[in-house]
T-cell receptor, first 115, second 113 residues
Framework: GENVEQHPSTLSVQEGDSAVIKCTYS??????FPWYKQELGKGPQLIID?????GEKKDQRIAVTLNKTAKHFSLHITETQPEDSAVYFC??????????????FGKGTSLLVTP | DGGITQSPKYLFRKEGQNVTLSCEQN?????MYWYRQDPGQGLRLIYY???????QKGDIAEGYSVSREKKESFPLTVTSAQKNPTAFYLC???FGQGVVVAFFGQGTRLTVV
């Protein structure tokens, strides 16, 4: 699949601060951008997603922004809490690609929120 | 409860043996996927299936095989041809139409010794 670049690979913030994770995609046909949270030893859990016809979406302390021109999208977590500590993955999806509708994932960001 | 179930959670096999990982879903999803996760590598697509009796290779299909005889089930066989089979394997499913809102199982950690 096409590459999805994710940065940073690790991120440490103090409780209450904001955290931002950025991803860049390469295929201009990508039309769906989910974010997953994975806790140790568990499967990824969808936390928020955005479609290509929307520039921003917010759900309580979590928000995602999409810049189609620059081909990047970002996850914003405000008022971070220790339970936000996990690995976060971005992904994109291209309908009718060679991989059908499968998701292409970034390599993940390990977020640590310290009390 | 609706969901996607992978079993077993931990699996140990000797080198040279084939092993089959189970994935079952009761979400009435058409599409199912297998991903492999290695430290620092993200999730890489092994195989996917959009409908029953049909499946396609992903980015790293060599050494793996799948079947999709039932909508609810998508087992993955790790064959002896897979050169580095020790990894965390994740199964996912989605409705398969339009955007991929995929839900994951809890994973199977396979260790080959």
């Amino acid at each position: 699949g096409e590459n999805v670049e994710q940065h940073p690979s690790t991120l440490s913030v103090q409780e209450g601060d904001s955290a931002v994770i950025k991803c860049t995609y390469s295929d201009s046909a990508s039309n769906y951008f989910p974010w997953y949270k994975q806790e140790l030893g568990k499967g990824p859990q969808l936390i928020i997603d955005i479609r290509s016809n929307v520039g921003e979406k917010k759900d309580q302390r979590i928000a995602v922004t999409l810049n189609k021109t620059a081909k990047h999208f970002s996850l914003h977590i405000t008022e971070t809490q220790p339970e936000d500590s996990a690995v976060y993955f971005c992904a994109d999806s291209v309908a009718n690609s060679n991989s059908g509708y499968a998701l292409n994932f970034g390599k993940g960001t390990s977020l640590l929120v310290t009390p | 409860d609706g969901g996607i179930t992978q079993s077993p959670k931990y699996l140990f096999r000797k080198e040279g043996q084939n092993v089959t990982l189970s994935c079952e879903q009761n979400l009435n999803h058409d599409a199912m996927y297998w991903y492999r996760q290695d430290p620092g590598q993200g999730l890489r697509l092994i195989y996917y299936s959009q409908i029953v009796n049909d499946f396609q290779k992903g980015d790293i299909a060599e050494g793996y095989s799948v079947s999709r005889e039932k909508k609810e089930s998508f087992p993955l066989t790790v064959t002896s041809a897979q050169k580095n089979p020790t990894a965390f394997y994740l199964c996912a499913s989605s409705f398969g139409q339009g955007v991929v809102v995929a839900f994951f199982g809890q994973g199977t950690r396979l260790t080959v010794v």
